[in-house]
């Protein structure tokens, strides 16, 4: 019953801006940790950007650093990724994941979203 949803991702030109979104059922989202991850086409799964649960302090991957934020609004039951200034090299397919804290392994992270394709081209 547990459950994540992105949504979000598209078809964009270099430069442009994309707004990802990790909607919650089954769970309250604002007592976990929710990280964003990535896996481009050919490649393994990377973590992108994760947002703590205890006072909402942001981390980010070095390739994405000054281009996108994560942010939490618990009302809504959702965390969003704000992506600016997009690369090719950004093209993946975006997943959320939960876990106690941003510290854990990749692997501890659970309730995987589907994910949501990101495609970067002029």
């Known amino acids: 019953q547990v459950q994540l949803v992105e949504s979000g991702g598209g078809l964009v030109q270099p430069g442009g801006s994309l707004r990802l979104s990790c909607a919650a059922s089954?769970?309250?989202?604002?007592?976990?940790?929710i990280g964003w991850f990535r896996q481009p086409p050919g490649m393994e799964r990377e973590g992108v950007s994760c947002?703590?649960?205890?006072?909402?302090?942001?981390y980010y991957d070095n390739s994405v650093k000054d281009r996108f934020t994560i942010s939490r609004d618990n009302a809504k039951n959702t965390v969003y990724l704000q992506m600016n200034s997009l690369k090719p090299e950004d093209t993946a397919i975006y997943y959320c994941?939960?876990?106690?804290?941003?510290?854990?392994?990749?692997?501890?992270?659970?309730?995987w979203g589907q994910g949501t394709q990101v495609t970067v081209s002029s």
């Open positions: 994941a939960a876990e106690d804290y941003c510290s854990a392994a990749l692997s501890d992270f659970h309730s």
């Open positions: 089954g769970f309250t989202l604002d007592y976990y940790a």
């Open positions: 947002i703590d649960s205890s006072d909402g302090s942001p």
